[in-house]
């Protein structure tokens, strides 16, 4: 079993900026990856980034390339994602997730198996 607890979320204008963070606890020796997905209201959870521990090798939404950056720090079971120039549009529930999904499937929800409960993220115009 994994456990994983998200934080930093918050509300922020646009333009601004958040980090989140996502603490791992548990057996987190078997999970090859940690990754961003958001749900906004009335919408389908979505893809945002994630990372391989080992390597470090990082996969991105194209909504959130060169905004968002996903890191690691392996010896804390945490990962981050730091999100810059915030728009209404990245309002959502900020999930963070580990699994081992092969490369070409990084982005399938269905590759992560345990989730955290969310972090909320809500911008204003």
């Known amino acids: 079993q994994v456990q994983l607890v998200e934080s930093g979320g918050g509300l922020v204008q646009a333009g601004g900026s958040l980090k989140l963070s996502c603490a791992a606890s548990?057996?987190?020796?078997?999970?090859?990856?940690m990754g961003w997905f958001r749900q906004a209201p009335g919408k389908d959870r979505e893809f945002v980034a994630t990372?391989?521990?080992?390597?470090?090798?990082?996969v991105y939404a194209d909504s959130v390339k060169g905004r968002f950056t996903i890191s690691r720090d392996n010896a804390k079971n945490t990962v981050y994602l730091e999100m810059n120039s915030l728009t209404p549009e990245d309002t959502a529930l900020y999930y963070c997730?580990?699994?081992?999904?092969?490369?070409?499937?990084?982005?399938?929800?269905?590759?992560?198996?345990?989730w955290g409960q969310g972090t909320q993220v809500t911008v204003s115009s």
């Open positions: 548990g057996r987190t020796d078997s999970s090859h990856a």
């Open positions: 997730a580990v699994g081992s999904p092969i490369i070409s499937a990084m982005k399938r929800s269905d590759m992560y198996r345990y």
């Open positions: 990372i391989r521990r080992s390597s470090g090798y990082t």
